[in-house]
């Protein structure tokens, strides 16, 4: 049996306060969860349960379509890695193939301007509805990531608009995911151990199956709390952060029952440098590209990206092992 994580509980209804002091309340007990835990669930008057019903509604009708269909929408086709992710397409670097589908959705960047691997139209599938009610939770669950943004700007004791610029056309990525039931895969993880490359994820899932690594290297399961999203930091907030808030390791576990989970990687725009911004402390981090950070940890885990990379067409720049990031004691998991 796997013990359960206490996790803190953020509720984030005062950022829509016109009143700072609600704001800076939120902030610092912000600061106080990510810095202590790195995990998190939030809460708020914001939150449209709606949304997330039609969401999970649209998931179950893609996913049941036959093999052939989904693959017509492959990701492996787009322009920006959007579309159809198949079973065995993903698998970070030494751990077994992930047991999961899935189907990505980035910034729908339609400009032919500044194009970057990331950032592009998006790929969609022939089904009415789907193409509108995921982009509707993506504005949605965006826009409370700003909020969030200017939020985490009053825990590092920045302006609050100080990350403003830099959220133009970020290549955030929401991800609709499906964890099949399979009983005969008793060693295959749906996903394998990671951390998150962007700022912070905003997670809402239907059934339990999440593990976290906690500090002295147990792995712990994250239950899933009714109108509540899961929230934990990734590799650039860890960096912004200068290392106050670390970026956990964590792996979603061979499930129980059929699970469909709505991560939404929240990045600033592509060409960020990102960098510690905590006023008066010698940066811990060197600079770093974040779009060439989040390509190049992708380029690493999906297969045909490994492919363009094998035969010559691909070169990464820079790129850094998966598991650069996160606690010292993430090297002892698995």
Same mark, same amino acid.
């Given at each position: 049996?796997?013990?359960?994580?206490?996790?803190?509980?953020?509720?984030?209804?005062?950022?829509?306060?016109?009143?700072?002091?609600?704001?800076?309340?939120?902030?610092?007990?912000?600061?106080?969860?990510? /810095?202590?835990?790195?995990?998190?669930?939030?809460?708020?008057?914001?939150?449209?349960?709606?949304?997330?019903?039609?969401?999970?509604?649209?998931?179950?009708?893609?996913?049941?379509?036959?093999?052939?269909?989904?693959?017509?929408?492959?990701?492996?086709?787009?322009?920006?890695?959007?579309?159809?992710?198949?079973?065995?397409?993903?698998?970070?670097?030494?751990?077994?193939?992930?047991?999961?589908?899935?189907?990505?959705?980035?910034?729908?960047?339609?400009?032919?301007?500044?194009?970057?691997?990331?950032?592009?139209?998006?790929?969609?599938?022939?089904?009415?509805?789907?193409?509108?009610?995921?982009?509707?939770?993506?504005?949605?669950?965006?826009?409370?990531?700003?909020?969030?943004?200017?939020?985490?700007?009053?825990?590092?004791?920045?302006?609050?608009?100080?990350?403003?610029?830099?959220?133009?056309?970020?290549?955030?990525?929401?991800?609709?995911?499906?964890?099949?039931?399979?009983?005969?895969?008793?060693?295959?993880?749906?996903?394998?151990?990671?951390?998150?490359?962007?700022?912070?994820?905003?997670?809402?899932?239907?059934?339990?199956?999440?593990?976290?690594?906690?500090?002295?290297?147990?792995?712990?399961?994250?239950?899933?709390?009714?109108?509540?999203?899961?929230?934990?930091?990734?590799?650039?907030?860890?960096?912004?952060?200068?290392?106050?808030?670390?970026?956990?390791?964590?792996?979603?576990?061979?499930?129980?029952?059929?699970?469909?989970?709505?991560?939404?990687?929240?990045?600033?725009?592509?060409?960020?440098?990102? /960098?510690?911004?905590?006023?008066?402390?010698?940066?811990?981090?060197?600079?770093?590209?974040?779009?060439?950070?989040?390509?190049?940890?992708?380029?690493?885990?999906?297969?045909?990206?490994?492919?363009?990379?094998?035969?010559?067409?691909?070169?990464?720049?820079?790129?850094?092992?998966?598991?650069?990031?996160?606690?010292?004691?993430?090297?002892?998991?698995?």
């Amino acid at each position: 049996m796997t013990a359960s994580a206490a996790l803190p509980v953020v509720d984030i209804s005062g950022l829509d306060s016109d009143r700072i002091e609600d704001r800076m309340a939120v902030a610092h007990e912000l600061d106080r969860a990510c /810095a202590q835990a790195g995990f998190l669930y939030i809460k708020g008057a914001q939150f449209d349960p709606d949304l997330f019903g039609r969401l999970v509604d649209r998931a179950k009708t893609y996913f049941a379509l036959d093999h052939e269909t989904k693959m017509a929408s492959y990701i492996g086709h787009s322009e920006n890695h959007s579309g159809y992710v198949p079973v065995g397409e993903e698998q970070f670097p030494g751990a077994a193939v992930d047991l999961k589908e899935a189907y990505d959705v980035n910034w729908d960047y339609t400009l032919t301007e500044d194009r970057r691997p990331l950032l592009g139209p998006n790929c969609w599938p022939d089904m009415p509805g789907f193409r509108e009610d995921v982009q509707t939770y993506y504005a949605h669950v965006t826009e409370i990531g700003h909020r969030l943004f200017r939020c985490f700007a009053l825990a590092l004791g920045l302006e609050e608009d100080h990350l403003d610029q830099h959220l133009r056309h970020p290549p955030s990525q929401l991800r609709l995911i499906h964890y099949p039931l399979d009983a005969a895969a008793e060693d295959r993880p749906g996903i394998g151990a990671h951390t998150d490359y962007e700022c912070f994820t905003l997670l809402f899932a239907t059934a339990p199956g999440l593990q976290i690594l906690d500090k002295q290297g147990e792995w712990m399961d994250v239950p899933v709390i009714e109108s509540a999203m899961i929230m934990n930091i990734g590799d650039m907030m860890e960096i912004l952060s200068n290392g106050r808030y670390m970026a956990t390791r964590h792996r979603v576990k061979k499930v129980k029952e059929e699970r469909y989970s709505f991560p939404l990687f929240h990045a600033c725009d592509y060409d960020y440098v990102v /960098a510690p911004v905590i006023r008066g402390e010698a940066p811990r981090y060197a600079p770093m590209k974040g779009g060439e950070h989040l390509f190049n940890q992708t380029a690493q885990t999906f297969a045909y990206l490994k492919r363009r990379i094998a035969c010559g067409e691909l070169v990464l720049a820079n790129a850094v092992p998966p598991d650069s990031f996160g606690l010292r004691t993430d090297r002892a998991g698995s």
